[in-house]
């Protein structure tokens, strides 16, 4: 395994790469490969991929801006391949995707009560760059999941001054 890791915006050519790397990153729900595939090429403004010197995707981050609050990214999803984590580099993802826009002020993401790991990366993220956290439960499990899916909470975070990645690359 490599240290040199490249961050872009994705292209609709990363898609199935992404989904792989989905499968592989339990708790995350799997969405279709036609849905990466958007993700990559109609969010790539609002998203990020991390890349190994041999070319895999390594790290994803999906989001977009919700139409009626415009300054803020909604994070979808964050997928990292386990031989990558505890380096930073879902941080460093998340630094940099934010401070593509000047406007943007708050984050946004849900995360199930038992994805400790996702937040672990928030809580952290917010703190290194004060902004103050808000939670509550925007999707009930009983209410609106018909499996055994988990409540989502809602995490919003801000306002924050903008802010460069965390590591030069």
């Not at 872009?8 to 595939?37: F, W």
């Not at 899916?149 to 690359?169: M, N, S, T, W």
Request: charged fraction near 20%; include cysteine.
């Amino acid at each position: 395994m490599s240290n040199e890791i490249t961050y872009r915006k994705p292209e609709d050519m990363d898609g199935a790469q992404v989904h792989a790397l989905i499968e592989r990153c339990p708790p995350l729900d799997t969405n279709s490969v036609y849905c990466n595939l958007l993700q990559c090429q109609d969010f790539a403004e609002t998203s990020i991929v991390a890349q190994n010197e041999q070319g895999e995707i390594v790290g994803f981050i999906s989001g977009y801006v919700p139409p009626k609050r415009q300054r803020t990214l909604f994070i979808w999803q964050v997928a990292l391949d386990s031989e990558y984590r505890g380096q930073g580099i879902a941080s460093e993802m998340l630094a940099r995707l934010f401070s593509r826009d000047n406007d943007l002020k708050y984050i946004e993401t849900t995360i199930s009560p038992s994805n400790t790991a996702s937040q672990k990366l928030f809580k952290n993220f917010f703190t290194t760059h004060h902004m103050a956290l808000e939670t509550h439960t925007l999707f009930e499990s009983g209410i609106h999941f018909s499996d055994d899916h988990e409540d989502e909470v809602l995490y919003r975070a801000g306002p924050a001054k903008q802010f460069a990645p965390i590591h030069a690359v």
